[in-house]
């Protein structure tokens, strides 16, 4: 069992350091021609580093709630401090996949292209909200471990 949730908490720190890092790297890489050399090369390898890294995150997660008892209760619209706690983490990790599917089609689409003001608009829009809710989702995640401790 603990091998799992090992191999969660190593998606996990992959997952959003990767995305702590390409939001650096938004603020810090303002250089135009230098984020046309960049982003084509380091975009797609990031892109699938990450969908990999969600991947894991969202096999290993049902499988701890599986193994823990938690997934029955859970689908069963049952109601404790623990189960809301996860619900509500699943809610918003829902969201950040929505938004990433969004951020990924853009991206994809528009590596090689110029984007149109609305696909710039919902390619940073959506990276800047998975980066906060990956911080919520986290905040969620140690709550429900300080109930079960
Ligand atoms: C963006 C996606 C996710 C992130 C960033 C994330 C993050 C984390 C982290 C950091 C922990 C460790 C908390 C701790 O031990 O203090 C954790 C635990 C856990 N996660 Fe996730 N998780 C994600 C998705 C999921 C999904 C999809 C599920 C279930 C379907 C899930 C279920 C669980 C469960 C049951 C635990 C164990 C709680 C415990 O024993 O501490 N997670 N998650």
Do not use: C
């Given at each position: 069992?603990?091998?799992i949730?090992?191999?969660?908490?190593?998606?996990?720190?992959?997952?959003i350091?990767?995305?702590?890092?390409?939001?650096?790297?938004g603020?810090?890489?303002?250089?135009?021609?230098?984020q046309?050399a960049?982003y084509?090369v380091?975009?797609?390898?990031?892109?699938?580093?990450?969908?990999?890294s969600?991947?894991?995150?969202?096999?290993?997660?049902?499988?701890?709630?599986?193994?823990?008892?938690?997934?029955?209760?859970?689908?069963?619209?049952?109601?404790s401090?623990?189960i809301?706690i996860?619900?509500t983490?699943?809610?918003?990790?829902?969201?950040i996949v929505?938004?990433?599917?969004?951020?990924?089609y853009?991206a994809?689409?528009?590596?090689?292209?110029?984007?149109?003001?609305?696909?710039?608009?919902?390619?940073?829009?959506?990276s800047?909200?998975?980066?906060?809710?990956n911080l919520?989702?986290?905040?969620?995640?140690i709550?429900?471990r300080?109930?079960?401790t």
């Open positions: 069992m603990n091998w949730l090992y191999t969660h908490l190593i998606a996990a720190m992959a997952w350091g990767g995305s702590i890092f390409m939001f650096a790297l603020i810090l890489l303002r250089d135009k021609e230098k046309q960049v084509p380091v975009g797609p390898i990031f892109g699938y580093f990450e969908l990999a969600l991947f894991v995150l969202l096999i290993s997660g049902t499988w701890i709630a599986y193994n823990t008892g938690v997934l029955t209760p859970l689908l069963d619209g049952n109601h401090k623990i809301d996860l619900r983490k699943l809610w918003i990790v829902l969201v929505i938004a990433t599917i969004a951020h990924f853009i994809f689409k528009t590596n090689t292209t110029q984007r149109s003001k609305l696909e710039n608009l919902v390619s940073r829009g959506s800047l909200l998975i980066f906060f809710l919520v989702v986290v905040y969620y995640a709550l429900i300080t109930i079960i």
